[in-house]
Each structure stands twice: as structure tokens, then as C-alpha cells.
């Protein structure tokens, strides 16, 4: 009887000439044959930034994180932003991404990235690795004859229509609009060429930059894309605005660009994805049902190194928690921890006091980035105490100044 060894199993980069096979084990699994190819828009992949799986000498499995930074409740984080991952369907099912993952989630804390992020192809599956779904958006498609604002003050500043050429004033913006949030990148200009900017699609038309100005101070800016439909004159409604972001400093520039965005005669449909969770369209709207608003997932993150990641974020309030930390994957996070806050910053070190509560890694990443508050995750079964009176207490401590929110895709 004949006896057949097992393959040989090696986690490591890509070297060079291997980015070609790993381009094509990502754009195979991932169905991403109609993007720009592997060298995509935003950035050039570099061979260090992969860890891949391979059997007998052949690329099986492909991984790799950008090396981003990320704002974490008003600090600047090192995240690693995991991107194209996929095993080749005939080698799944062999704890190719198990490997992969384990050994990248000792990378990024060796590499000072305390925290995971990724879009997920399926929640599913890097829920199971400890991934909390943090930061899921609304998408609308209004009428732009719906956008009428109720019990909102009335803007006493203009709007004045530009383009994508007043880079440096889009990035001054967003850095303020950025500053005290989770989950906002800081953006290159690789971020913003491959994302927000990108206008390689010719038939999508130019960006379109509306900037809301009071006394001649910038309070907000919006772009978007307009193009016309098949169908139907130009007497029809035909056109289409696509709102790809909108980010003001107060709700009197808000008003006023959603009143910009609205003001195309000649559409009949504004296309808003991915706005944050706690945008207030729907609250300021006299009609808001007709936002036709969804909801759906979109950033995953991971605490990876839970010491420096709970003593980086602000803590708005002052307070202390004693907590017992489960986690399979990362097992320097394993046991009792202290956080103390003075109102401001926090620090956490190891303890040998009884936990107040107990949670593991999917259920802190929630709790940390604010997607979740404390009350939240022992109501749905994922923090134990025995103390449930101050669970109240617990929520403050973590409290975000916003809720989590990145529109940036890679």
C-alpha cells in the first residue's frame, strides 16, 4: 500500500517574483478580475507586507495588511489593515488561514500595530479569529425632491463648487473632521487617490468638491459624481449623484451640502453608501422613510495587543475596571487586566485582583472601539459580572466620543 506524505507547509511572504502567483490566488478567490489589477490604485503591494501559506513550494493561501494609521477615540493608533485573503478553493478547509492568521497576529504586536482592521468578504469567518463587527454604515437612495430639513438652524454661510485639484484643503478638513473619532485612517495620498479622489472610471465623470464656508472659514466639504442615465431626455430627471462623502464641523454646514447635493435638478436619485451609523440625516429629515436606508457591516477590528491598545484611546471620564480577558489566539492578552482613566488617558496593567467582569477578545473590541457599551454586551451574553450595578459606570469609562466609522475601502 502505497503511502502518501503530506504536503510541506510554509507560512511566510512572498518574495519579488512570487507577487504575480499572489495577485492571482487573491483576484481567483476574490472574483476581482475587472479591478485594475493587483497593482491597485491606492498603493503598490510590497513583498513584507504578505504572509502567505504555501504547499510544496505553490502559493495556496494569500494574506497581507496595509500598515495604516487609524484614530482611536482622539489618538493616533498603528493598525494593520489585513487585505487580500483567499485560499484557492481546492486547498480550503486545511488550516491555511489559521496559520496564517495566528502567526500575523504575532507580527503585528512584534511590528507595535495593536489592532487588526479588514472588510469581510463573510463576518463569519474572522468573528471566529476574535474580530468584532464595529462600525456598520447606512446606504440611501433618495429622491433629491425628499431632502427637506425639519427644525434645523438655517445655514448663514455659502457654498462654493470646486473640485478634486483643492487637495490640501479636502485634507485640512478631513484631519479636523478626523480628529476626535474611531476608525478614520489617516490618508496618504495613495488613500485618497485609490478611494474618495479616484476618478480612473472616465464614465463616472469628474469628482465634484462642494465646500461650505462661514466668514471664509471651511466648515465642511462634500464629493460626488453625477452622470446622466440611458434612458429618457434631459427634460426626464435622468441624472444619477453619487455622494461618495460628506464631512461637516457643524450641523449648519451639514444642512447646507446636503442642500447643495440636492439642488441637481436633473436628478432623480442621490446615491449616499457607507454613511457612519450615527449620521443624523434621518433624524433631521421631514420625510426620513424615504431615505430608503439599509444597514449592512462593513469594518471588522481585533484587538491584537490589548495593553497598548487600552492605553492609547482617550477616556472622557474618570474611572477604573478590573476585567478578566479570554483569548484563544493571542495568548499574551490571556488573563486579569487594570485599567485606570483619569478623565483623559488610561493605562493598563496586569493585575492578580478578582476581575469585576470577565469578556474575551471579539467581545473587548467592541467595548474598547465603542461600538458596543458594556450594558450592551452582558444584555446579549458577552460580559459576565456579578456586579451588574455598575455596568452603568463600565459605560462611561469606554464611551466613544462618536461611534466607530471608516468609508475607506482596501
Not at 488573563?335 to 467581545?363: N, V
Request: overall charge negative; aromatic content about 10%; hydrophobic content about 40%.
Amino acid at each position: 500500500m502505497t503511502t502518501i506524505a503530506p504536503p510541506a507547509i510554509e507560512v511566510r511572504p512572498v518574495n519579488p517574483e512570487e507577487l504575480e502567483a499572489f495577485g492571482y490566488v487573491t483576484h481567483t478567490t476574490l472574483a476581482s478580475h475587472g479591478s485594475e489589477g493587483f497593482n491597485d490604485p491606492m498603493v503598490d503591494m510590497r513583498p513584507e507586507w504578505t504572509l502567505c501559506v504555501f504547499e510544496d513550494g505553490a502559493l495556496v493561501t494569500s494574506f497581507a495588511a496595509w500598515p495604516f494609521s487609524m484614530r482611536w477615540n482622539g489618538e493616533r493608533v498603528h493598525v494593520a489593515g489585513v487585505t487580500s485573503v483567499g485560499t484557492l478553493p481546492h486547498k480550503r478547509r486545511r488550516g491555511h488561514l489559521t496559520r496564517a492568521m495566528t502567526t500575523a497576529f504575532g507580527n503585528y504586536r512584534d511590528a507595535a500595530q495593536p489592532i487588526a482592521i479588514l472588510h469581510a468578504s463573510l463576518a463569519a469567518i474572522y468573528q471566529r479569529y476574535g474580530y468584532a463587527i464595529i462600525a456598520p454604515v447606512q446606504d440611501y437612495t433618495v429622491d433629491p425632491r425628499d431632502v427637506g430639513f425639519v427644525g434645523n438652524p438655517r445655514p448663514r454661510g455659502t457654498v462654493r463648487l470646486s473640485d478634486a485639484s483643492e487637495r490640501d484643503l479636502l485634507k485640512s478638513l478631513y484631519r479636523t473632521y478626523a480628529g476626535p473619532r474611531t476608525g478614520l485612517l489617516h490618508r496618504g495620498d495613495a488613500l485618497w487617490d485609490g478611494g474618495m479622489l479616484d476618478a480612473h472610471d472616465k464614465q463616472a465623470g469628474p469628482v465634484y468638491a462642494a465646500f461650505y464656508e462661514e466668514d471664509g472659514e471651511p466648515l465642511g466639504y462634500a464629493l460626488y459624481l453625477t452622470r446622466a442615465g440611458e434612458e429618457g431626455g434631459v427634460v426626464d430627471r435622468n441624472h444619477v449623484v453619487t455622494l461618495r462623502e460628506l464631512h461637516a464641523l457643524t450641523a449648519p454646514a451639514y444642512v447646507a451640502l446636503w442642500e447643495h447635493v440636492a439642488a441637481h435638478d436633473l436628478a432623480h436619485t442621490i446615491i449616499r453608501k457607507n454613511a457612519p451609523i450615527d449620521d443624523p440625516l434621518f433624524h433631521m429629515l421631514q420625510e426620513p422613510r424615504r431615505l430608503h436606508a439599509t444597514v449592512h457591516d462593513n469594518i471588522l477590528l481585533r484587538i491584537v495587543d490589548v495593553a497598548p491598545a487600552l492605553s492609547t484611546r482617550r477616556y472622557a471620564e474618570a474611572g477604573a475596571a478590573t476585567f478578566e480577558l479570554v483569548d484563544d489566539r493571542c495568548e499574551w492578552n490571556r488573563g486579569t487586566w487594570r485599567l485606570e482613566a483619569d478623565g483623559e488617558r488610561g493605562e493598563l496593567t496586569r493585575s492578580s485582583a478578582a476581575p469585576d467582569f470577565t469578556l474575551d477578545a471579539r467581545a473587548l473590541s467592541a467595548l474598547a472601539s465603542g461600538a458596543r457599551s458594556a450594558t450592551d454586551l452582558y444584555r446579549q451574553g458577552g460580559l459576565e459580572t456579578s456586579q451588574p450595578e455598575s455596568l452603568r459606570a463600565w459605560d462611561r469609562l469606554f464611551e466613544t466620543a462618536y461611534r466607530p466609522h471608516c468609508p475607506d475601502k482596501f
